[in-house]
């Protein structure tokens, strides 16, 4: 199984950064896909970016150009580089971590890290 820890929410002003981090233990070698995804009060948990093994990233429109993902593997860490925030970015940002077990892919999420922007 894979285990996932997020760090790095808190608290900034609008237009401001953030850099989360999402760190992985476990079986790190079945890890596919990473991403982030996030969930304001209220509403669905939404995809912001994911980042395969390989590297290939992919973002939501809203996030483009603002957000960068990363990942280290020999850190078996992964980021989220958060800049030029908006209040609209206010949710709980989770990790989630596609790995294989056996013939399936199975899905890990982190605990979450609230990440708060005041305008």
């Known amino acids: 199984q894979v285990q996932l820890v997020e760090s790095g929410g808190g608290l900034v002003q609008a237009g401001g950064s953030l850099r989360l981090a999402c760190a992985a233990s476990?079986?790190?070698?079945?890890?596919?896909?990473l991403g982030w995804y996030r969930q304001a009060p209220g509403k669905q948990r939404d995809l912001v970016a994911t980042?395969?093994?390989?590297?290939?990233?992919n973002y939501a429109d809203s996030v483009k150009g603002r957000f960068t993902i990363s990942r280290d593997n020999a850190k078996n860490t992964m980021y989220l580089q958060m800049s030029s925030l908006k209040p609209d970015d206010t949710a709980v940002y989770y990790c989630?971590?596609?790995?294989?077990?056996?013939?399936?892919?199975?899905?890990?999420w982190g605990q979450g890290t609230q990440v708060t922007v005041s305008s």
């Open positions: 989630r971590a596609i790995y294989r077990f056996g013939t399936s892919d199975l899905y890990s």
């Open positions: 476990g079986n790190i070698l079945s890890i596919n896909t």
């Open positions: 980042i395969t093994s390989g590297g290939n990233t």
